[in-house]
């Protein structure tokens, strides 16, 4: 049996939720591997929706679900989304949630930082959800961060503090800010260490094990990969790596731990806040799929922009992140379109791409090419069989894969987990 790798290779918001727990109720452990609590994922089983921002999608399941060290915790939001899932009836404990102890914390003062940058960018707004995950990421880096590990020495964190409030309150002072209340911060992580600390263990050692046991592991990651800090549209990006890669290195496990690479691939374009979108419709055709799509942020709320799938797009994330097979997604969305496009290169300045430039300003001067298709009148919603799809609806599918470079596993025709076709089951070699 292989392990499976979950990534989603546009802007997010595939439905890799739907997918991850699908996939969870057949795999032994689940782990997130990068982000923060700053990606939404909704998952609809049997009626009940449950919203996750941060736990891995497979607690809802019941799975062994696993928080890696490549992830940037906020403490207190573990806490209220577990609260909020045990009032839904979701069963949460130490047997079936574990975070790594190396993991950073994102604190209140990465929070105010966030939204000081962004409040004062003007024009260069990049679209924080505000949540702090940036400012995390970069203390993580400068060294200065606070762990999980640390929240059961705080008597002697100190020399910690030092280093982090040197930091941040030269830039809060560039802001008019007060410096940080040491004290105030302190209180604050007496007040949620030991909740977070019941689940804090080394994760690398927990994920040996279930390996060596020959066990299935599922990584998920979060956002997608056009939202990588170096594969993305950057600046207007993400401040983690989202390729497949970093499954190893925010897991503990070695590379050739992370198996099946599966992309999520909604059947048309979205992505939420700033930055350039070649396939964008500001029409009222992208109303329509906007509004049948449900195309609102789960964490944020923010309504999403919609436009046609982009092969060139997905096909250059497939290829940065090794994708084997991708789950087509909402393909009933598309329902009763006369015609339907996808985007198949790019032009700017006179020539033609296959591929998205890297310079800002190119990606937001490129012009998408066209295929035109056919669309369909039948109802996709709920087909299990690819039999039950209509013939323009596989027409498309098999289009899609061919531009793509890459085959089509599964394809999701509903929120429900069973509304699934399954061409090819990623745990099996």
């Given amino acids: 049996m292989a392990n499976v790798t979950v990534i989603g290779a546009q802007w997010g918001d595939e439905g890799k939720g739907k997918i991850v727990d699908w996939l969870a109720s057949r795999a032994d452990a689940v782990v997130r591997f990068q982000g923060g609590h700053n990606a939404g994922h909704t998952l609809v089983i049997d009626g009940e929706v449950y919203k996750l921002s941060l736990l891995p999608s497979g607690i809802v399941s019941g799975t062994m679900s696993m928080i890696g060290n490549g992830v940037v915790l906020d403490p207190w939001a573990l806490r209220d989304e577990i609260a909020k899932l045990e009032s839904q009836g979701v069963e949460i404990t130490a047997d079936n949630l ?223 992140s090794g994708v084997t097979g991708i789950a087509l997604t909402k393909i009933d969305v598309l329902d009763g379109l006369e015609t339907v496009k996808i985007c198949t290169g790019y032009r700017l300045h006179g020539n033609v791409y296959d591929y998205l430039p890297s310079h800002a300003a190119d990606q937001a001067a490129v012009e998408p090419i066209y295929e035109e298709m056919e669309g369909w009148s039948e109802s996709t919603v709920g087909a299990r069989s690819y039999a039950d799809l209509p013939a323009n609806a596989i027409k498309y599918i098999q289009r899609v894969q061919e531009l793509i470079e890459c085959p089509v596993a599964l394809v999701s025709t509903s929120p429900e987990r069973d509304d699934t076709i399954l061409m090819r089951d990623p745990f099996v070699d």
């Fill in 98 to 320: 574990a975070v790594a102890d190396n993991c950073p914390l994102i604190l209140p003062l990465h929070r105010d930082l966030d939204a000081l940058r962004e409040g004062a960018a003007g024009k260069g707004k990049i679209g924080t959800t505000g949540r702090g995950i940036g400012p995390a990421y970069e203390d993580k880096v400068g060294r200065r961060a606070i762990r999980v590990c640390d929240l059961a020495h705080l008597d002697s964190l100190e020399p910690q503090l030092d280093r982090l409030c040197a930091h941040h309150d030269a830039l809060r002072a560039g802001f008019d800010q007060p410096p940080v209340d040491r004290e105030a911060l302190l209180d604050e992580l007496r007040d949620v260490a030991d909740f977070v600390l019941r689940f804090a263990q080394p994760v690398w050692k927990r994920l040996k094990k279930v390996r060596k046991a020959g066990a299935k592991i599922l990584f998920e990651g979060a956002q997608g990969v056009l939202l990588d800090v170096d594969h993305g549209t950057y600046p207007f990006v993400t401040s983690s790596n989202t390729v497949s890669g970093t499954a190893a290195s925010g897991s503990g496990l070695g590379p050739n731990s992370t198996g099946y690479v599966l992309g999520i691939v909604k059947a048309y374009t979205t992505r939420v806040g700033s930055g350039p979108f070649p396939t964008e419709l500001d029409d009222e055709i992208g109303q329509g799929i906007g509004e049948r799509g449900h195309e609102f942020g789960t964490v944020t709320g923010r309504q999403r922009r919609v436009g046609w799938f982009d092969a060139v797009l997905v096909r250059q994330t497939c290829a940065v």
